[in-house]
Nanobody, 125 residues
Framework: QMQLAESGGGLVQAGGSLRLSCAAS????????MGWFRQAPGKEREFVAV???????YYADSVKVRFTISRDNAKNTVYLQMNSLKPDDTAVYYC???????????????????WGQGTQVTVSS
């Protein structure tokens, strides 16, 4: 089984930046898609970004341009660089690993097998 651990969350003012990290351990595989999801208070968990098939990326419209997903295969770590943060970005951010088969599966949380515990991101106005 794969284990995922997020880090890098914190409190930042609007317009600031944070970089989240997701370290994978255990039975890791380069074939896994690595995604980022987030869940704000009172809201359902939503898709943020994913990296799949090597370096392919896809982003939710709400974070496109502002956020960048990347990975360091040697460190088994996936990153989410978050710039121009807004209060609406406040949420617990989760990384996830899975092997979605279809294109549309990459944004569906139930297509991911492994999840981290989450890291809190709070953006103040």
């Amino acid at each position: 089984q794969m284990q995922l651990a997020e880090s890098g969350g914190g409190l930042v003012q609007a317009g600031g930046s944070l970089r989240l990290s997701c370290a994978a351990s255990g039975r890791t595989s380069s074939n896994y898609a690595m995604g980022w999801f987030r869940q704000a208070p009172g809201k359902e968990r939503e898709f943020v970004a994913v990296m799949y098939n090597g370096a392919n990326t896809y982003y939710a419209d709400s974070v496109k341009v502002r956020f960048t997903i990347s990975r360091d295969n040697a460190k088994n770590t996936v990153y989410l660089q978050m710039n121009s943060l807004k209060p609406d970005d406040t949420a617990v951010y989760y990384c996830a690993a899975g092997r979605p088969v279809y294109r549309n599966d990459y944004v569906r949380e139930n297509k991911y097998n492994y999840w981290g515990q989450g890291t809190q991101v709070t953006v103040s106005s």
